[in-house]
Each structure stands twice: as C-alpha cells, then as structure tokens.
Nanobody, 113 residues
Framework: QVHVVESGGGLVQAGGSLRLSCAASGIFSFNNMGWYRQAPGKQREAVAA???????NYADSVKGRFTISRGDAENTVYLQMNGLKPEDTAVYYC????????WGQGTQVTVSS
C-alpha cells in the first residue's frame, strides 16, 4: 500500500521561510514527485516537480523563491519556500508518480501580511 505524507506547514509572516517535507512509501522508486497547492475557492495548481534524474520545474509564481529537492532517503522530497507572500497561503500537497499518481493529505501553509 502506498503512503504519501507531508509535513512542515505552519503560520509564517510575509517574507519568511518554511520547508515542507514529503515521504512516500510502498513503491521502490517513484519516477516523479512534486508539490501542488490549493487555496480556498481555487483549483489545485502545480508548484514544483522533480524527476528521478533531478530535473526540476516550477510555476512562474514561485520561481526564484521556492526550491524543490530530493532527500538522501529514497522517495523523499523537500520544498524550501523563501520570501513567502500572503498569496502563497494554501494547502500544499505532495504527489508521487509511478504509473499512477499518489497524493498525500496535505499540509496547511498560512502567510500573514
């Protein structure tokens, strides 16, 4: 059974930083892992993704502020978020992909102005 668990969310002031963690288990190796977010009343959107080879992609809105990286442990990814803005407030979800997509339950990030 596949499990995807996010952690690291919280409340931070504008301009601050947070580091989200995602750990996926149940499959030996996921091809791609990524972060998505969903703000109240809005659709879920892609934030950042990383392939098994280390290639990364970012949404234009977070380029230069967020960094996705793989951890030393298998199937672990991080999202370092710097220069946070109130519009970054959302529930952040981790997605792990190998043939199918597997999602975590999400972690709340709230940025106060």
């Amino acid at each position: 059974q596949v499990h995807v668990v996010e952690s690291g969310g919280g409340l931070v002031q504008a301009g601050g930083s947070l580091r989200l963690s995602c750990a996926a288990s149940g499959i030996f190796s996921f091809n791609n892992m990524g972060w998505y977010r969903q703000a109240p009343g809005k659709q879920r959107e892609a934030v950042a993704a990383i392939t098994s080879g280390g290639s990364t992609n970012y949404a234009d809105s977070v380029k230069g502020r967020f960094t996705i990286s793989r951890g030393d442990a298998e199937n672990t990814v991080y999202l370092q978020m710097n220069g946070l803005k109130p519009e970054d407030t959302a529930v952040y979800y981790c997605r792990a992909t190998r043939v199918f997509d597997y999602w975590g339950q999400g972690t709340q990030v709230t940025v106060s102005s």
